[in-house]
């Protein structure tokens, strides 16, 4: 199972750096702030909100290599759902899907329930742009900023993930795992006295479009 909490260590480090180090900082300081921020934001792929019924072929059978990798369950489902969509069949997470399972989703894409397989790995930072600090008496219309490069890899994968049926059902796993070793950017800004990271759009977005209509 991936271990989705971000480390206390990291918690600390980002603690100590976002006060009293803003004149001083360098490249390496922003690596556990942008670890931090891809904790939160782990390797996932869109899925429905579960339990589903569908009576879709296509759908179904994209399902069933979950079922077929112990996360999802397959039923029928209650005779009045049956009555009302046709002939279906109903998803339920086990308690192994449940691991993978975030039916919020992630802060860049809030409500949009994901499966979690991986997470990125912070190897360094190629560059830094920081903006230098500000003069208390000196008025500019957007606070400061730092624009970073750096390098990463996918670990953790969970072995569902790296599955050929899975993948050929899932398009977006692969191209997401593809992503391992590909440099990425991320922009923060000073405001309340710490860096703070906005969304990155570094990585290909999770597609929710490939679960059906």
Not at 52 to 78: I, K, Y
């Amino acid at each position: 199972m991936i271990d989705l909490r971000v480390s206390g260590a990291l918690l600390l480090a980002a603690i100590a750096f976002s006060g009293c180090r803003d004149a001083e900082a360098q490249g390496e300081d922003f690596l556990p702030l942008i670890q931090a921020h891809f904790d939160k934001e782990p390797v996932c792929v869109a899925v429905r909100k579960f339990p589903v019924d569908s009576n879709d072929p296509w759908f179904q059978g994209n399902l069933r290599v979950l079922v077929d990798q112990g996360l999802l369950s397959e039923e029928a489902p209650p005779s009045e759902v049956s009555a009302s969509i046709g002939p279906s069949r109903r998803f339920t997470l086990t308690q192994v899907g449940a691991g993978f399972y975030r039916p919020e989703g992630l802060p860049e894409i809030p409500r949009q329930p994901v499966l979690c397989f991986a997470r990125r790995q912070i190897t360094g930072i190629v560059k830094a742009e920081v903006e230098p600090p500000r003069d208390e008496d000196d008025y500019a219309p957007e606070p400061r900023k730092a624009r970073i490069t750096f390098s990463q890899r996918i670990v953790e994968i969970a072995a569902w993930a790296e599955a050929k049926p899975v993948q050929a059902a899932f398009s977006a796993i692969p191209v997401q795992l593809q992503t391992s070793g590909e440099e990425g950017k991320i922009e923060f800004i000073w405001k309340d006295g710490k860096w703070l990271a906005q969304p990155s759009y570094a990585f290909p977005l999770r597609d929710a479009r490939q679960l059906g209509r």
